[in-house]
């Protein structure tokens, strides 16, 4: 079984098995090839909810540790000391969620401030798009430097 890798073929075959053409896709193509294939970005974690990240934050061996020390405290009978502990966990775990969550929207406000653009094109026309609309099929014009703007979902 003897497959031509894509990079051997040429242009006008490449073009055509996409469903393409040198004009590139039509806006309305690419609008629709973006709601079939989705969002050219492979590296989009999946984040966990709010509450889900909070919670999380209790699996800390040290934050388990002294949980159990403060159960210790209330099975004993010293009530001060387990509420002073978890008073002090809980106090501490709020303030790990409040830095995560400023950090987090830091990092998004970055991100959106230095979203990688490529010039594609669209309708027989050049146009600048953000990387992560790229579809199928996109004619997309690089020059010397330029990162190659697609992803590879494995």
């Known amino acids: 079984?003897?497959?031509?890798?894509f990079w051997n073929q040429p242009r006008a075959v490449l073009i055509e098995a996409l469903g393409s053409g040198p004009a590139g896709l039509s806006p309305d193509e690419a609008s629709r090839r973006l709601s079939v294939y989705g969002r050219n970005d492979a590296a989009a974690p999946k984040r966990r909810s709010g509450w889900q990240r909070f919670l999380v934050l209790f699996a800390n061996p040290l934050v388990v540790i002294l949980l159990f020390a403060s159960?210790?405290?209330?099975?004993?009978g010293d009530t001060t000391s387990f509420i002073i502990i978890v008073t002090i966990v809980v106090l501490s775990v709020v303030m790990d969620f409040v830095q995560e969550m400023r950090a987090?929207?830091?990092?998004d406000a970055l991100q959106a401030k230095v979203a990688l653009r490529a010039r594609v094109?669209?309708?027989?026309?050049?146009?600048?798009?953000?990387v992560t609309e790229l579809?199928?099929?996109?004619?997309?014009?690089?020059?010397?430097?330029?990162?190659?703007?697609?992803?590879?979902?494995?």
């Open 71 to 76: 159960a210790l405290s209330a099975i004993t």
């Open 135 to 154: 579809v199928p099929g996109d004619v997309v014009n690089l020059c010397s430097g330029d990162l190659v703007p697609g992803t590879v979902a494995c």
């Open 104 to 107: 987090q929207n830091a990092i």
């Open 121 to 130: 094109v669209r309708g027989g026309q050049e146009v600048t798009v953000l």
């Open 1 to 5: 079984m003897n497959v031509p890798l």
